[in-house]
């Protein structure tokens, strides 16, 4: 704490991302990374980027923009880019859910749109999850300026179809809907579709996840003109250059090697469902997930214990000390290998 801090400082609750610890033979399935490698095109186009270092980036990124269109069958100008899917959401806050009324987003997701909300003290309300831990989209039928939606969310893991988004747009056609997209390569159904049909649709999504580039912070968002427009207009008042060249030429690799992307998601899948098994076997709780990770909770054990005694044993998974979901732990999908072995330890401890 210091005299220098501003009031916003003084009262921010900070977002704490999930642990990186540098522990040899670590099994790390807590910040839902990829478990494989990404592809090799979006590592050779990196490597061949070394020349333009001393040069700026293309402030516009145009080549990654024009890759999105073509892969999501839209335009390039409908198309925003920034450093991760977390910047984009940033730049969102500012440029299009600032307003009097409050912004409604779910009481148990993503847990940095909280802390953005309080940065730029933007006014908002959280919709309870349903007992089934369910986004019930009746109960956004409530005065509010805009609905910031994670789908499948997180960390449920749980996910609204395409359809159940398009009733919600045309029910609510003067509010803006977010949806963060982060995870929807895992199984679920993309609202992308709907952009063309709905001008208060904004789609975001990241490179982090399903192309194995965590890394190399890329996201995006996908939305009419009028509201790409604002996303530009909040970047280039704070920062014009946020994707370097390497970002650049590794995502439009990456976006263009579609049979990469498409062995390695279905390889999750199966990982997915298979620990799935194994997590019910174990007597466990699992709710319906469409992500690269489940979210879990044995009835006779802690969530918080379960997590330190795996983490003694150099294997890490996310637990939230948080009203309602104490006893959950959010599991990533890692290889069968890593799977495995995680089912094998927790079988010692709960069984």
């Not at 063309?196 to 789609?203: G, K, M, P, Q, S």
């Not at 890490?316 to 799977?339: M, S």
Request: contains cysteine.
């Amino acid at each position: 704490m210091s005299r220098f801090w501003s009031s916003v400082v003084h009262n921010l609750s900070p977002y704490v991302p999930g642990e990186q610890p540098k522990i040899d033979g670590l099994i790390k399935l807590n910040t839902n990374e990829n478990p494989y490698p990404p592809s090799p095109r979006a590592v050779a186009a990196i490597t061949a980027n070394t020349d333009r270092l001393r040069l700026y980036p293309d402030p516009r990124a145009t080549a990654l923009r024009e890759a999105i269109a073509r892969r999501y069958g839209v335009t390039a100008d409908e198309v925003f880019v920034g450093n991760g899917s977390d910047e984009v959401l940033a730049h969102a806050f500012p440029a299009l859910l600032k307003h009097d009324a409050p912004l409604l987003f779910p009481d148990i997701t993503y847990s940095f749109y909280p802390v953005y909300c309080r940065l730029y003290r933007v006014s908002y309300e959280t919709v309870p999850l349903d007992a089934a831990m369910r986004v019930n989209l009746a109960d956004y039928r409530r005065p509010g300026s805009a609905i910031l939606l994670c789908n499948p969310n997180a960390p449920t893991g749980t996910a609204l179809p395409r359809a159940a988004i398009e009733a919600l747009l045309a029910e609510h056609p003067d509010r803006l809907v977010v949806v963060d997209e982060a995870y929807v390569d895992f199984g679920a159904e993309s609202a992308v579709p709907l952009v063309a049909r709905h001008d208060n649709l904004l789609v975001i999504q990241t490179l982090s996840k399903s192309r194995a580039l965590a890394g190399l912070r890329v996201g995006f968002a996908i939305g009419q003109r009028p509201l790409i427009e604002a996303l530009e207009r909040v970047k280039d008042s704070f920062n014009s250059y946020p994707l370097d060249c390497f970002a650049i030429a590794g995502a439009v690799a990456a976006i263009e090697d579609e049979a990469w992307f498409e062995e390695t998601r279905q390889r999750i899948i199966r990982s997915r469902e298979a620990l799935v098994r194994g997590l019910i076997e174990l007597g466990c709780e699992v709710l319906p997930s469409q992500a690269n990770f489940v979210f879990a909770r044995h009835p006779s054990h802690r969530g918080a214990d379960l997590a330190a005694r795996l983490r003694e044993r150099a294997v890490l998974v996310r637990h939230f000390q948080k009203p309602r979901i104490e006893d959950f732990l959010r599991i990533t999908v890692g290889t069968d290998d890593e799977c495995g072995r995680l089912i094998g330890l927790l079988r010692g401890m709960v069984s």
